[in-house]
DNA sequence: GCGATCAGCT
DNA sequence: CACAGCTGATCGC
């Protein structure tokens, strides 16, 4: 009965590698890492249990839309929703310069091409474990043992012995490699993540299979069980129970939470190997909570306002996540939310309500703007102020991600200086949709998995060491 | 011309 | 540093 073949975890080009204890290899960090020998079977099981759990809005209705548009914009009207104005000569020189057009058109002569050896240089290996670049073959840890399956692992082609894909969220350095061009193999994930795969990059849906959260589903005889993530909108951690009982707990990118823990099948069951998002796995990462940083951005964005009163309110987001950040303010304040159509579309795809409702198509109709993180900047922040005339007088916005965090600050959010530019003022909050340091050490101490493999920050072997030497201690017997 | 990918950058 | 991309150059169709 048993004939699905033992998924091909060994590499022929790294067959004769050194690898640590950990199945990264010795020899250094340009070599593919060899897979980490299969656990044993261990026996705990339980009765699966049934209990829903949410933590956060509901994501789970579904929107179908035909139409297939790529996220890139090119130029920044477009990314701003607006119509490309005539420009002033002045202000025309100043975004030519800030789009570090070359100083050969300055100077009027043509650009010498740059040579094609120079430009072939030993590729640098990604540090995060996403795997860009298209000569390397899958890493050991997107690979689950004993099964047909990888995990974010779509840009490796047809990885070997893979019969289906499972996406944990729709961030580009998971999804990458996938488009409408996708036929090797069927593409797992949660529902709202399918409707942005299909929308957004335009993959045949016979290749999409939508896993609804919380129920446990058979996919080959594995059973596979998709729980709300805590990252972005749709984001899951995956959870393998395979027929020898073995299980195994992908989390794929996660912030960890006390809710997380009251799930059926992560309080009452054992976990033997852990794929842990160690993105902020270093002690100094201790986010406040992201309410106190939404009631924090609330606080400044009333006193602002209060100051200006033809204030423009910005937050920065990539393509999903943040939107808790941008909802408050809209519900404190009554502000409708204005961001582009690309984006409107993403947002409406959710098919929350609460937030649909509050999207308004043009940007003179709201006080409140949601534009791409890249694009927070004092003077773009100027010009794009500038194209709304007189509405607007003033610019607050917020860069709401993990990275602005200081040890200084810490929790004392009041600490946060903004920058300040005329009046453009740009605040970075630690508004972070990964663990900190403390959630990862409380969810591996809660959950005690035999293993655990980092999926971030693996490509130095210092950091690996570090990490490792964490979980250890974490795992330390009581 | 278009889509995909790559190096470089934040 | 790099959360998750963005941009311009290049390559293949």
Redesign the pocket.
Known sequence: MDTDTEFEIEDASTAGDDLDADGFPISGDESEPKPPPIEDPLDESSSFASDFYRCGSDWSRLIEKKESKS???RDLFQVWGIKKPAMAEESKARVSSS??RDLFEVWGIEKP??S?PA???A?KED??GSG????RSCPFYKKIPGTPFTVDAFRYGSVDGCSAYFLSHF???HYG?L???WSHGPIYCTPLTARLVKMCLGVNPLHICPLELDIEHDIEGIKVTMLEAN?CPGAALIHFRLRDERTYLHTG?FRACNLMQSHPLLASQHINVLYLDT?YCNPRYRFPPKEDVVSFVVRITRDFIAKHSKALIVVGA??I?KEQVYIAISHALGLPIYTNSSRRRILQSFGWPELSGKLCTCGDSSALHVL?L?SLRHENLLDYMKTYKQRFTAVLAFRP???TYSQNTGNQLDLIKPTCKGNITIYGVPYS??SSFPELENFVKFLRPDKIIPT??VGNAATRDKMQSYFREWLKAL
Not at 132 to 135: K, L, V
């Open positions: 996220l890139v914009q789009n570090q091409r740059v094609v430009r072939k240089r590729r540090g995060n860009f670049g298209r000569a961030h580009y350095d490699g488009s409408k061009k990252h990118d993105t990539y393509s996540g791409p890249s991600t993990g990275w949709e990964h971030v920050n």
